[in-house]
């Protein structure tokens, strides 16, 4: 089955432990993208990657990191937490950017909780 | 930039009724328009998409959309809704070049009474 995969689902942690999410396609997908949610806000974009080892920043990158080693993953780092980071996430890829719109699927989401 | 407003942060209707969820944009260039629908405790799904021609476009479970140039508006539609489109609905647009990234709208939640 054709999906998008995050893990963990549900964190909960303290400010300053650093924590990584992890993402994975199983589509070959070139474009993967991480975005927070938050109430009143809808989604906003953190960073986003063409292809691998290319990665760009989106709307709301600090205090985020990412890495882009192989195609199928796409890892979600926070450093050093701190509780404006406290936000539902999510993972989404497509084909590739660019020459022809493809569409981006979703994955189901983390709950991340910094107190 | 592109912005998305979506006028509503919450719509409460009643089994059967119709329902229109409104979203404008603004952008200085040519961008294509999405509908998302986000059902608890899951993320998100494509409803449809306006990219070209035909200005009234038609989705999953018997939504549809207008595109209206002039009024820069994407309107999301339904005859006649069901408890199951109880969910979050987010509008979204994208430039036509580039990263074609989606920026999206504060979302509207839907609320079905019986």
């Known amino acids: 089955e054709a999906q998008v995969t995050q893990n963990p689902r549900y964190l909960i942690t303290v400010t300053g432990k650093k924590l990584t999410v992890t993402c994975s396609q199983n589509m070959n997908h070139e474009y993967m993208s991480w975005y927070r949610q938050d109430p009143g806000l809808g989604l906003r974009q953190i960073y986003y990657s063409m292809n691998v080892e290319v990665t760009d920043k989106g709307d709301v990158p600090e205090g985020y990191k990412v890495s882009r080693k192989e195609k199928r993953n796409f890892p979600l780092i926070l450093e050093s937490p701190s509780p404006n980071q406290t936000s539902l996430y999510f993972c989404?890829?497509?084909?590739?950017?660019?020459?022809?719109?493809?569409?981006?699927?979703f994955g189901p989401g983390t709950r991340l909780t910094v107190t | 930039a592109q912005s998305v407003t979506q006028l509503d942060s919450q719509v409460p209707v009643f089994e059967e009724a119709p329902v229109e969820l409104r979203c404008n944009y603004s952008s200085s260039v040519s961008v294509y328009l999405f509908w998302y629908v986000q059902y608890p405790n899951q993320g998100l799904q494509l409803l449809l998409k306006y990219l070209s021609g035909s200005t009234l476009v038609k989705g999953i479970n018997g939504f549809e959309a207008e595109f209206n140039k002039s009024q820069t508006s994407f309107h999301l539609r339904k005859p006649s809704v069901h408890i199951s489109d109880t969910a979050e609905y987010f509008c979204?647009?994208?430039?036509?070049?580039?990263?074609?990234?989606?920026?999206f709208g504060q979302g509207t939640r839907l609320t079905i009474n019986p």
């Open positions: 989404a890829s497509k084909l590739r950017a660019g020459g022809g719109i493809y569409e981006q699927y």
């Open positions: 979204a647009v994208s430039i036509i070049q580039g990263a074609q990234k989606l920026v």
